[in-house]
């Protein structure tokens, strides 16, 4: 998909566990992916909290699912609500980056690890 949609950037949101870090083992993982797909593709990532999507888009940080589809619904005039729900949150969260998209990750912000394997691509390409 990344290669026939060609991306500017792609926003992920961060993963949050409060109280059950299983629950998330699978989102963790695929936001993994996301980020090491963007990176071998030279493409910026933005990385957004859960509630700092929810105040972008409902004004509210703690709104419910709901709330987030009903405002998405609404902002982009859509006929009907999003399906699947899941639908919703990555509209909501295009939504925040297209708002708020000052998070993108540069060399000043990258983690460890990324800058590992930002510094290993470089070394392979030379």
């Known amino acids: 998909m990344l290669d026939e949609w060609t991306?500017?950037?792609?926003?992920?949101?961060?993963?949050f566990a409060q109280h059950n870090v299983r629950s998330v083992m699978g989102t963790a993982q695929v936001a993994g992916i996301?980020?090491?797909?963007?990176?071998?593709?030279?493409?910026?990532?933005?990385?957004?909290?859960?509630?700092e999507v929810k105040a972008a888009v409902t004004g509210y940080g703690k709104a419910d699912k709901a709330q987030v589809t009903a405002m998405i619904t609404k902002l982009l005039n859509l006929a009907a609500p999003p399906?699947?729900?899941?639908?919703a949150d990555a509209l909501a969260l295009a939504v925040c980056h297209a708002w708020r998209g000052s998070a993108l990750i540069t060399p000043a912000t990258e983690?460890?690890?990324?800058?590992?394997?930002?510094?290993?691509q470089n070394r392979a390409r030379s």
């Open 7 to 15: 991306p500017d950037v792609i926003a992920v949101e961060r993963v």
């Open 83 to 87: 399906k699947p729900a899941d639908a």
């Open 111 to 120: 983690t460890p690890a990324q800058r590992a394997w930002r510094d290993a």
């Open 34 to 51: 996301a980020l090491l797909l963007a990176a071998e593709r030279g493409i910026p990532v933005a990385m957004h909290t859960p509630s």
